[in-house]
Nanobody, 116 residues
């Protein structure tokens, strides 16, 4: 079955950086678009960024220019480099399969907390 394992979250001061990783199994990763999502307390889960199997990317406006999504097909892993972090980026971050929508069961996510 599909398994998505996110890691790399933590506590960071505003202006800092973190790099999230998502290891995927149970899918043909190199043929799969991948996305990152986040859910802040009391809020619905929102889409953050996506990458196609050929490497084209897209971002929600609030992170464009600060976050970078990338992939390593040799490791079945998608990354989210987050720079210039803001307190409003605080959330649990999840990855999923698909470009426009999540198509698989969610993993446990990784907590990102940005202090002001």
């Amino acid at each position: 079955q599909v398994q998505l394992v996110e890691s790399g979250g933590g506590l960071v001061q505003a202006g800092g950086s973190l790099r999230l990783s998502c290891a995927a199994s149970g899918i043909v990763f190199r043929l799969s678009a991948m996305g990152w999502y986040r859910q802040a307390p009391g809020n619905q889960r929102e889409w953050v960024a996506s990458i196609t199997m050929s490497g084209a990317t897209n971002y929600v406006d609030s992170v464009r220019g600060r976050f970078t999504i990338s992939r390593d097909n040799s490791k079945n892993t998608v990354y989210l480099q987050m720079n210039s972090l803001k307190p409003e980026d605080t959330a649990v971050y999840f990855c999923n399969v698909g470009y426009d929508m999540a198509t698989k069961p969610w993993g446990q996510g990784t907590q990102v907390t940005v202090s002001s």
